[in-house]
T-cell receptor, first 113, second 111 residues
Framework: EADIYQTPRYLVIGTGKKITLECSQT?????MYWYQQDPGMELHLIHY???????EKGDLSSESTVSRIRTEHFPLTLESARPSHTSQYLC????????????FGPGTRLTVT | RKEVEQDPGPFNVPEGATVAFNCTYS??????FFWYRQDCRKEPKLLMS???SGNEDGRFTAQLNRASQYISLLIRDSKLSDSATYLC????????????FGTGTRLLVSP
């Protein structure tokens, strides 16, 4: 089993609130990723990181931001949640050399009312 | 046009059946290819890599046709536990080694 954790698993929150989705991995992986997935749809990469102090935006435009201060931790923040942010957010990590084998966390299912 | 296209299904098959899924990709520069499995409301997990020469892992066989930009997955002797969504994944060599995921093909195996 992969050692990658996400909290909370489910979050229902009102419009305008600031939220942080937590992601941690204990595998020592340098690369980490955030994906967004709507029901029945493909995963879209929204952020990624090569390592500490390295973050980049992915293909899907997102109003969220990320930080990577420690190797094991890659939190995602929404400053002001909106109903359009309702989705599942999946965090993943991989070794530097084997990027294709990504280990996913269980996801956070976010609902903004 | 989507970068990775799959028939969403669902494919309904009885236990013991053989079933095949196909996938096409649009970027001819894509370097490597994979199948991931995603159970309902769970995270995706790597099932197997896909090589030009074809590769087999137990009841699962994956094939790649670079000329036609086509990937396939064959499952023999289907089990109830094979019910899941199978994601076709393409690794684009953009420096970061980005994975592009298809929407997945849903398989339902019935007794």
């Amino acid at each position: 089993e992969a050692d990658i954790y996400q909290t909370p698993r489910y979050l229902v929150i009102g419009t305008g609130k600031k939220i942080t989705l937590e992601c941690s991995q204990t595998m020592g992986h340098d690369k980490m990723y955030w994906y967004q997935q709507d029901p029945g749809m493909e995963l879209h990469l929204i952020h990624y990181s090569y390592g500490v102090n390295s973050t980049e935006k992915g293909d899907l435009s997102s109003e969220s931001t990320v930080s990577r201060i420690r190797t094991e931790h890659f939190p995602l923040t929404l400053e002001s949640a909106r109903p359009s942010h309702t989705s599942q957010y999946l965090c993943a990590s991989s070794e530097q050399r084997y990027s294709y084998e990504q280990y996913f966390g269980p996801g956070t299912r976010l609902t903004v009312t | 046009r989507k970068e990775v296209e799959q028939d969403p299904g669902p494919f309904n098959v009885p236990e013991g059946a053989t079933v095949a899924f196909n996938c096409t990709y649009s970027n001819s520069a894509s370097q490597s290819f994979f199948w991931y499995r995603q159970d309902c409301r769970k995270e995706p997990k790597l099932l197997m890599s896909v090589y030009s020469s074809g590769n087999e892992d137990g009841r699962f066989t994956a094939q790649l046709n670079r000329a036609s930009q086509y990937i396939s997955l064959l499952i023999r002797d289907s089990k109830l536990s094979d019910s899941a969504t199978y994601l076709c994944v393409v690794n684009e060599d953009t420096g970061f080694q980005k994975l592009v995921f298809g929407t997945g093909t849903r398989l339902l195996v019935s007794p």
